[in-house]
Every structure is written in structure tokens, then in C-alpha cells.
Nanobody
């Protein structure tokens, strides 16, 4: 599957952004997906995940209550709505599609076999 992430940009602290992840190449609806991020000088970290069918979600503690992951299977697109952004949210955000059919909302990067190119989010203070 090919993934195309978009929606990043520069925003002030307290602002909002919505990231999109457009998928092609396989039946998007049958697989879980997730968002990860990597800040300069840091390792890639889990942000949020959603199961196939969208029945379950998981979030990193640092974004719980501020970010919302969702999916529109008719459009083969996943989303990450980010509210109340903080400077520490600054990172390149990557979407990923699970390698497991009918997968749950997984946290580990190893559960995902396809990755988008990343979109940069910069939050100014």
C-alpha cells in the first residue's frame, strides 16, 4: 500500500491542525493504521492508532485528550485532528498501515509494514 501524508504546517501554540493520510494499493478498510512522529534528535514515537472498522483507538499519554484519530474508509483516508498544540508537538508526522489483516489499534512500529513520507508540524511558542 502507498500512503501520502499531508496537512502539516506552522501553527502557534494552542492552535489546531488536521493531518490526512491517503492510501492506495490495497483495501484500506481491512487494516489498522497509526500515526507516529519524530522530533529532531529523537527517536520515532507512537502517537495514535485506530483499528480496522475504527472500533478501537489508542493514544500516547502525551496527546490523550488533545488529538483524535479517525478514518474514512470510503475515501481510503485516515486523519489526525490535533488541538491545543504545544511546542513539544513539533515533529515530522508519519502515517502507517498495519501489516496484519483486520488488525487492532497497535502501538509498536513493527506492527506496520507501510509508511508515508511524513509531514512536518511546527508549533511556535
Amino acid at each position: 500500500v502507498q500512503l501520502q501524508a499531508s496537512g502539516g504546517g506552522l501553527v502557534q501554540a494552542g492552535g489546531s491542525l488536521r493531518l490526512s493520510c491517503a492510501a492506495s494499493g490495497r483495501t484500506f478498510s481491512r487494516y489498522g493504521m497509526a500515526w507516529f512522529r519524530q522530533a529532531p534528535g529523537k527517536e520515532r514515537e507512537f502517537v495514535a492508532a485506530i483499528s480496522w472498522l475504527g472500533t478501537s483507538t489508542r493514544y500516547a499519554d502525551s496527546v490523550e485528550g488533545r488529538f483524535t484519530i479517525s478514518r474514512d474508509d470510503a475515501k481510503s483516508t485516515g486523519y489526525l485532528q490535533m488541538n491545543s498544540l504545544k511546542p513539544e508537538d513539533t515533529a515530522v508526522y508519519y502515517c502507517a498501515s498495519s501489516g496484519s489483516y483486520r488488525s487492532a489499534a497497535a502501538v509498536a512500529p513493527a506492527e506496520y509494514d507501510s509508511w508515508g513520507q511524513g509531514t512536518l508540524v511546527t508549533v511556535s511558542s
